[in-house]
């Protein structure tokens, strides 16, 4: 989740192969892909310990596989489990690929999982820099449709996260630590206000990602946009993902003006400014604090990134409320004390 990276058991361990992967497991992947595995590449990127592989099998066929074992990552064996549930009852109005089967097995006593999805050949927005994927992805997350049936099951967003939008009211009583910049700090009643509304704002009834970066999004080469890593979804308010996406455009730098597909883009369409102000104060709340705890294990840039989010939600919500004085804020209920 966009502010729950700070788990220790999903952080850059260094992922396996597929030539890592028991034999046994390799088989039955190929047996549901009707071939034998040609090719297999490897991915890199992403927070899990686990395998990612792009396939191709003999005749041509083409799957990105999943792959974990139980004893590797329990949290995150779990959270394969939940993202291929989620998967599998995902609509087909959803831009996102789809899963072929789920395939596990017990080999010298420890337990593995392979999700076998459909292979996206593209690439993760924002790489051009200009923004020029906003717009596309927007139309992606705009897809999400309302929870039913058992996706209306999952976890609630805003019972997720009613505490950790408690951030601010925690670091003003025990003092802020030294990742909050001074401008910032200068704000912090303001903020806390604004993030007391936050958890209200962020319920609904819609189908939520809530993990909405670059590097859980593929653009192909029509320029659709495909959402993918599908492990924290819940349900919330529809416009949530989308926001945070923008917010990532400006952790990232891209070149863009992110108010402009705030007021233009339908997705947006009837959302207050105060639910906008509340989350992003709340965001800026829980980063800042997650980002000021101790670094994890095989995790060196985790605390990093979480105080660039919290810099970019801040200084964004600075930017809405026009460089008001410190501890002013704007006069809509939502931000008014309880």
């Not at 220790?8 to 028991?22: A, S």
């Not at 072929?100 to 292979?119: F, H, K, M, Q």
């Not at 020029?132 to 019972?159: K, Y």
Request: charged letters at 20%.
């Amino acid at each position: 989740m966009f502010v729950n990276a700070s788990s220790g058991t999903v952080g850059r361990m260094g992922r396996t192969t597929w030539t890592d992967v028991p034999a046994v497991l390799r088989e039955r992947v190929e047996t549901v892909l009707g071939g034998a595995v040609a090719r297999a590449e490897s991915q890199a990127g992403g927070y899990s310990p686990g395998g990612a592989d792009r396939v191709v099998t003999a005749d041509g066929r083409r799957a990105f596989v999943k792959t974990l074992s139980r004893s590797r990552n329990p949290d995150g064996f779990g959270m394969h489990e939940r993202e291929a549930e989620v998967m599998g009852h995902l609509p087909g109005s959803v831009q996102a690929p789809r899963l072929i089967d789920t395939v596990r097995g017990t080999v010298d006593g420890d337990d593995w999982i392979a999700l076998v999805i459909e292979d996206v050949a593209g690439h993760h927005p924002g790489t051009a820099g200009d923004g020029s994927d906003v717009t596309a992805v927007l139309d992606a997350l705009d897809t999400l449709p309302t929870a039913t049936g058992t996706l209306a099951q999952l976890p609630r967003v805003a019972d997720d996260l009613v505490e950790d939008f408690g951030a601010w009211d925690r670091m003003a009583a025990a003092g802020f630590p030294d990742v909050v910049p001074a401008h910032a700090v200068a704000a912090a009643p303001a903020m806390a206000r604004a993030a007391r509304g936050a958890a209200a704002a962020v319920d609904g009834g819609s189908l939520a990602h809530v993990d909405c970066r670059a590097d859980n999004l593929l653009v192909d080469a029509d320029g659709v946009v495909w959402v993918i890593d599908w492990p924290w979804a819940a349900v919330g308010a529809h416009w949530l993902d989308p926001l945070t996406y923008l917010l990532d455009v400006l952790v990232r730098g891209e070149d863009t003006d992110v108010e402009h597909h705030l007021a233009t883009h339908r997705v947006f369409a009837g959302v207050p400014a105060s639910s906008v102000d509340a989350v992003l104060a709340g965001l800026a709340g829980t980063f800042f604090e997650k980002a000021s705890r101790p670094a994890i294990p095989h995790m060196p840039t985790l605390r990093d990134f979480q105080r660039r989010e919290g810099l970019a939600a801040a200084e964004w919500l600075l930017r809405r409320w026009g460089g008001l004085p410190p501890g002013k804020a704007p006069t809509y209920p939502a931000v008014q004390e309880a």
